[in-house]
């Protein structure tokens, strides 16, 4: 079992910054690939950026790119994500996500096998 626990959301004003956090424990093979995604009102679930852990390659949704920044800690076990230059259409609540395998599918909401509970953020404009 994999346990992820996400902070940091909140509100904020548009051109802001955040950081969130995604405290892991369990099983670490398990946590070889750690996402984040997020889930509008009234939208499905949509992936914003991921991280290897063997290869430390990122990947982004295009509406991010540039602006948002996947890190990670492993001696902490914390993923981070960094979010600058936020916009209100950034408005949702982020989710962690691991998964043991290393897939060209990253994007790919099935292939992640632990969620965290989610955290809120909310830009104002």
């Known amino acids: 079992q994999v346990q992820l626990v996400e902070s940091g959301g909140g509100l904020v004003q548009a051109g802001g910054s955040l950081r969130l956090s995604c405290a892991a424990s369990?099983?670490?093979?398990?946590?070889?690939?750690m996402a984040w995604f997020r889930q509008a009102p009234g939208e499905e679930r949509r992936f914003v950026a991921a991280?290897?852990?063997?290869?430390?390659?990122?990947y982004y949704a295009d509406s991010v790119k540039g602006r948002f920044t996947i890190s990670r800690d492993n001696a902490k076990n914390t993923v981070y994500l960094r979010m600058n230059s936020l916009q209100p259409e950034d408005t949702a609540v982020y989710y962690c996500?691991?998964?043991?395998?290393?897939?060209?599918?990253?994007?790919?909401?099935?292939?992640?096998?632990?969620w965290g509970q989610g955290t809120q953020v909310t830009v104002s404009s």
């Open positions: 996500a691991s998964t043991p395998y290393v897939s060209a599918s990253y994007a790919y909401e099935p292939l992640y096998e632990y």
């Open positions: 369990g099983r670490i093979f398990s946590r070889n690939t």
């Open positions: 991280i290897v852990k063997s290869t430390g390659n990122t």
